[in-house]
């Protein structure tokens, strides 16, 4: 368990040689850092193939349960938000729903986050020190920036990878709040089901200041614009590594310069 007191990327500054002290620390400590346990945990699964990327991503995975809980007789109600779990001598015995109709069971098993289910299914009243302690005190993952493109091209030559790309960029941009000097490019080429033939979607994620974004939300058409990828993308996709690519691009979904 030595592992689990060593950061990543205290453990990156251990190599030698840089190319590799500066990929493992991209990898596993750029966005937030983590023990080193749970680096070698993920690489034990993908060594054991006990884990990786159902093809046709998470909502294609949560279909083939579905099939397979409603073939065996389940039912599910979608878009019904729970307001409270109902409890009775301090056991869950059902729910209310938010248009007021209750729903008795055996058992109620909450798969919505635990903030909500602790603090307001709940009201609170079964949170102890040390659960309220983990959401007062433990540190936040930064906010990240997601942007989906669908790209007309098709991405063959670069090698298949569902952790994604990171490239260096040859200047740095200053983008919601941030000097970004790396871009993390996730290419589906390898889930065919993602794109029309000839086509690819593609993927770009990195952390902002989250109060640079609440400030600028004060200003709606600012707000909108910066979201909706206005100069601050193009300036972003046409420096550094990106800009060899970018002449075989047209993008198909994201709005056009
Ligand atoms: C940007 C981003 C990237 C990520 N990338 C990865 C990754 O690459 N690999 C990885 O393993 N993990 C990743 N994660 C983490 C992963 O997505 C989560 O750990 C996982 O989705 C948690 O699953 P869950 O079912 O517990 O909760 P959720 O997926 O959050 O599902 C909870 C559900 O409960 C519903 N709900 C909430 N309140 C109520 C209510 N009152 N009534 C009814 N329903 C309610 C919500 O609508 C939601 O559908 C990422 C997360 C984010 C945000």
């Not at 034990?44 to 093809?55: D, M, Q, S």
């Not at 109709?101 to 020190?129: P, Q």
């Amino acid at each position: 368990m030595k592992w689990r007191g060593i950061s990543t990327s205290n453990y990156s500054q251990r190599f030698q040689n840089l190319f590799l002290k500066e990929a493992f620390f991209e990898a596993f400590a750029g966005k937030m850092d983590m023990p080193v346990l749970g680096m070698l945990t993920t690489l034990g699964w993908l060594n054991n193939k006990a884990a990786g990327y159902p093809l046709g991503g998470s909502l294609e995975f949560s279909r083939a349960m579905e099939r397979r809980y409603m073939g065996l007789g389940g039912e599910i109600a979608y878009q019904s938000r729970v307001v409270k779990i109902l409890v009775e001598k301090d056991r869950a015995v059902g729910v209310r729903l938010a248009d007021g109709s209750e729903h008795r069971a055996d058992w109620v098993i909450s798969a919505a986050d635990g903030h909500t289910t602790i603090f307001e299914m709940l009201d609170g009243k079964y949170a102890d020190k040390k659960i309220r302690g983990y959401y007062e005190n433990l540190p936040l993952f930064e906010p990240l920036i997601y942007v989906g493109l669908g790209v007309n091209g098709t991405f063959n030559d670069f090698p298949s990878s569902v952790g994604g790309l990171n490239f260096p960029l040859a200047e740095t941009v200053p983008l919601g709040g941030k000097e970004v000097n790396r871009l993390g490019v996730t290419i589906y080429n390898f889930d065919p089901s993602l794109a029309p033939p000839g086509q690819t979607t593609l993927k770009v994620m990195f952390p902002v200041n989250y109060d640079w974004w609440k400030t600028l939300a004060q200003d709606p058409a600012r707000y909108r614009a910066e979201r909706n990828g206005s100069w601050t993308w193009w300036w972003l996709f046409s420096t550094g590594a990106f800009r060899a690519w970018r002449p075989r691009w047209r993008c198909v979904t994201w709005p056009p310069r």
